[in-house]
């Protein structure tokens, strides 16, 4: 089955940018629906964007719009989060997600990697 393991998070500075990525194995990302979540302790997992299956199209969450980019390379089995202009609030724990059914529109996706920590703070 898929297995995502997530690298990239860190500290940067308020304005910063950051890269993660998340590296599939098991089967191919080309086959599910992808895309990332965050978690601030004490709150839910919130939605941060997504690649849908059905049609390719990305979805991001009204504060990830101009801010955040979701990217895939196939040839290396990997999605990308690409955050820039980061804010103090987007510190949380960021898990990338797949589900061979389209989860874009609000359903739980199935796999989930560990998620990285990222540190907005100056």
């Known amino acids: 089955h898929l297995q995502l393991v997530e690298s990239g998070g860190g500290l940067v500075q308020p304005g910063g940018s950051l890269r993660l990525s998340c590296a599939g194995s098991?089967?191919?990302?080309?086959?599910?629906?992808i895309g990332w979540f965050r978690q601030v302790p004490g709150k839910g997992r919130e939605r941060v964007s997504c690649?849908?299956?059905?049609?390719?199209?990305?979805y991001y969450s009204d504060f990830a719009k101009g801010r955040f980019t979701i990217s895939k390379d196939s040839s290396k089995n990997t999605m990308y989060l690409q955050m820039s202009s980061l804010e103090p609030e987007d510190t949380a724990v960021y898990y990338c997600?797949?589900?061979?059914?389209?989860?874009?529109?609000?359903?739980?996706?199935?796999?989930w990697g560990q998620g990285t920590q990222v540190t907005v703070s100056s």
């Open positions: 690649i849908s299956i059905s049609d390719g199209r990305t």
């Open positions: 098991g089967s191919t990302l080309d086959d599910y629906a």
């Open positions: 997600a797949a589900d061979y059914l389209d989860y874009c529109s609000g359903d739980v996706p199935r796999y």
